[in-house]
DNA sequence: CTCCTATATGCTTATATGCGAATATAAGCA
DNA sequence: TGCTTATATTCGCATATAAGCATATAGGAG
């Protein structure tokens, strides 16, 4: 499995993408979609489709656990890919700060290292 | 000036921006375009339209001399597109060597560290 | 099996990006 | 000035990519 870096590069090369990978390396955690929703304040569908592109990519892992998925990042890929993790680490965690705030607001909404809210957040949201 | 780094990424993610900085970044010289089309053997026009996105994005430098126009790296610009350079140096050598080989034999043809010989040698191919 | 919730994917339309050919610009020289 | 060469840009067309909506899939609970 040949990979081609160029096309790496591309799939950094969205906004939405780098902050969702930034979630993954600034956390350290495994995130569930839903908790990447409410950390990006963008549609579900998006989450999924740039996910799709990371995984294809074998920049990111995943876990199912029932109904949830969990991405992290994927270290293991090869070593240029964790160089470029590491450079992302220590440049953008200022640069999106508002994503990785709304994250451990999310966050600490688990019970133990689990999500289980959903977007049942969504339906109080009506009330403000 | 902001710099949004997407765009840095988006930039890379053409394997031709990928290489021509590679150029730069492996042989740590000042290139001319006409040797930049040998070493990628692609059409001119493209080598100038790809470098002017490297060069709305501060990621290279130029000098003119007369004619020709020399395009270098720009370590200048940001640690974290330094950090990104190094990342590519580091892992990029091998993996586009035969632009590089190409490089080394056009550089071979300067009369001290001036290229002089243009696109002269188009002429001289169609013996083969 | 049925219903519900989290996640993933198709489909259609709008927008953007790519290419190649031709041409423009800019500098040197006669 | 006018000619030549190196480099940069413009334009029209084809193709790719993005957004938004609807729907499909997958797993859990009753």
Not at 8 to 35: T, Y
Not at 43 to 66: M, W
Request: with cysteine; proline share 1%.
């Amino acid at each position: 499995m040949k990979l081609d870096f160029a096309q790496v590069f591309k799939a950094l090369g969205d906004e939405r993408r780098i902050r969702l990978l930034n979630l993954f390396l600034q956390s350290g955690k495994k995130i569930c979609v839903c908790e990447m929703v409410d950390a990006l304040r963008i549609p579900q569908y998006q989450v999924s489709k740039h996910l799709k592109v990371l995984r294809n990519l074998d920049l990111v892992k995943t876990t199912r656990e029932g109904l949830w998925v969990y991405y992290e990042a994927n270290w293991e890929s090869s070593e240029c890919v964790s160089d470029l993790f590491k450079v992302i680490k220590k440049h953008f965690q200022e640069r999106f700060n508002e994503d990785l705030q709304r994250l451990d607001e999310r966050l600490s909404l688990r019970e133990g290292d689990s999500c289980v809210i959903g977007y049942s957040i969504y339906e109080k949201e009506n009330e403000s």
